[in-house]
Each structure stands twice: as structure tokens, then as C-alpha cells.
């Protein structure tokens, strides 16, 4: 029998031991990402930046000398509480109020109508106390703003027919700062009654709806140096109130014992 000659011998071994070698893998690059477009990316949380301070008014709050300003002037405060870890006696219903790990006053609205009230004893003379300022920042959304601002004297306690609503301030957009200030000689309902009275309290009525918060950073009772607002201020004052929102408090909210809800 003839053999095959060697070069044939060498291709029939080289093709007998490819078969037991798998065929190499063809590795497949994947392409590159095309890029993404800020509008189309998902962010990984909700955003937290904080809205720059509104500055609807005349007055502002100087943070280096820990005071308020209206034009460039110091405001002459007879009281201010800046809740420096403490809640400075402020009392929170239908919800809760604790201070702040920086400072401020933090009101989680648990329940409907929330209230924030101001100690007792105070002792404000009206007449030369026109102004309430009450600076804060809202930390959580919630629904049905109110703002308006009650009192309390010798002669009436929490009342319908006595009350306020902000010259200046509007419902804060979420992690927006507002500064609301209360012009208590133009008061929406009770004439001159601030005026001739001697205040013990105060309270400002927040979201009528559950589920906001909020940080209040200061809260001052000062005088008005000069017609701050302007003549136009008593017509603002006088437009009614929308149906909306709670323009003043019910019988029910009168007559609930202030229970407080904030820890010192």
C-alpha cells in the first residue's frame, strides 16, 4: 500500500486535532452610549436647592445684625423670637412644632388648621406697635394657604371680627423664603380695635389642609417707622377674602383648649 507523502500526512493531522479546539469567539464591542440630554435624564432624587429669598416688600431681614430692615433702616422691634434652639414659648395645634437643628421653629402639619401661637403676656401697646413681621420657609408642599393673623386682649380673645391678612408675602413655593409683614392698623375685619388695645397673643393660621411644613425663622412685633405700605394699603385690606381658604376660624377652633404640641 502506498503512503500519503509527508506534506499530505501534516495537513490530515493538523485538520484531525483542529476538531477537537472550539472555533474562536467572536467578542462584539458594544457601541458607544449616545449622549443624554439634560431634559431626558432622570435624576436620582427630587431636588433640594433652595428658592432665593422673595422680596415682595420693603422689609428685609439682615442676618449679619440679626434684625429686620425696611429701606435700609433698622426696624425698631419691641419683641423678636428667633427660636435659637428653642421654641421661645411658641405653642403649634393640629400639628407639631419642635426648634430646629439650626434654628428656627419647624411645624409639621399633621391635622387641618394648623395654628401657631405666640406666648401670652404679652403686653404690646397697639397704638405704637403696628407691625408684625413673621419670616419662614416652606419645607414641604401642602395645599390651601391661609396667612391670616389673629390677637388676643383683655377685652376679646381669638375672634373673627379681628383679625389680619399680609400687606406684603404671598403662599411660599416649596424651599422658598417669604416675608410676611402685617400692617395691624389697617386690619381686615376690627376697625381700629389694635389700635386701641393692649395685646396679650398672637396667632397666625398656616395651610388649612394637612400635609405642609414649614421652618418659621423669626417672628417680630415693631413699630412702623413711616407709612412703610402706603395710602393703597386699605383697599388691599378691604378686598374679600377668597372662598377658598379659611378667613377666619371656626367656632370649633375658638373654643379648643390651646393644647401644646411643641417641646421645648
Same mark, same amino acid.
Given at each position: ?30 457601541? $458607544? ?6 431634559? *431626558? ?11 432665593? $429669598?422673595?422680596? !415682595?416688600?420693603?422689609? *428685609? ?16 422691634? $419691641? ?69 391670616? !393673623? ?67 425663622? *423669626? ?8 407709612? !412703610? ?7 388691599? *385690606? ?16 375658638? $373654643? ?9
Amino acid at each position: 500500500m502506498k503512503l500519503p507523502s509527508p506534506a499530505l500526512m501534516f495537513v490530515i493531522i493538523a485538520t484531525i486535532a483542529g476538531c477537537d479546539n472550539p472555533r474562536p469567539r467572536l467578542v462584539r464591542l458594544a457601541s $458607544e452610549p449616545s449622549p443624554v440630554s439634560a431634559a *431626558q435624564a432622570t435624576p436620582l432624587r427630587p431636588s433640594l436647592a433652595a428658592v432665593p $429669598e422673595t422680596a !415682595l416688600g420693603v422689609i *428685609q431681614w439682615d442676618a449679619a445684625k440679626s434684625l429686620f430692615v425696611a429701606k435700609g433702616q433698622p426696624l425698631r422691634a $419691641e419683641r423678636l423670637w428667633t427660636f435659637d434652639g428653642t421654641t421661645d414659648g411658641f405653642v403649634v395645634s393640629n400639628g407639631v412644632g419642635i426648634p430646629s437643628a439650626k434654628s428656627g421653629l419647624e411645624v409639621s402639619e399633621t391635622d387641618p388648621d394648623v395654628i401657631v401661637r405666640s406666648p401670652k403676656g404679652l403686653h404690646i401697646n397697639g397704638r405704637t406697635r403696628s407691625l408684625v413681621i413673621v419670616r419662614l420657609t416652606r419645607t414641604q408642599s401642602g395645599s390651601a394657604w391661609d396667612g391670616a !393673623l389673629y390677637y388676643s386682649t383683655a377685652a376679646h380673645g381669638e375672634d373673627q371680627r379681628y383679625y389680619a391678612k399680609p400687606i406684603s408675602g404671598r403662599n411660599p413655593r416649596l424651599n422658598e423664603t417669604v416675608i410676611f409683614a402685617y400692617d395691624m392698623h389697617r386690619l381686615r375685619a376690627g376697625a381700629d380695635d389694635w389700635k386701641m388695645s393692649v395685646i396679650d397673643q398672637l396667632r397666625m393660621d398656616l395651610d388649612d389642609v394637612a400635609g405642609g411644613a414649614f421652618t418659621i425663622h *423669626q417672628v417680630a412685633v415693631a413699630n412702623d417707622p413711616g407709612d !412703610l405700605f402706603g395710602t393703597d394699603t386699605a383697599a388691599l *385690606q378691604a378686598k374679600p377674602v377668597p372662598q377658598t381658604m379659611n378667613a377666619a376660624p371656626r367656632s370649633a377652633d375658638l $373654643e379648643r383648649p390651646q393644647t401644646q404640641s411643641a417641646r421645648k
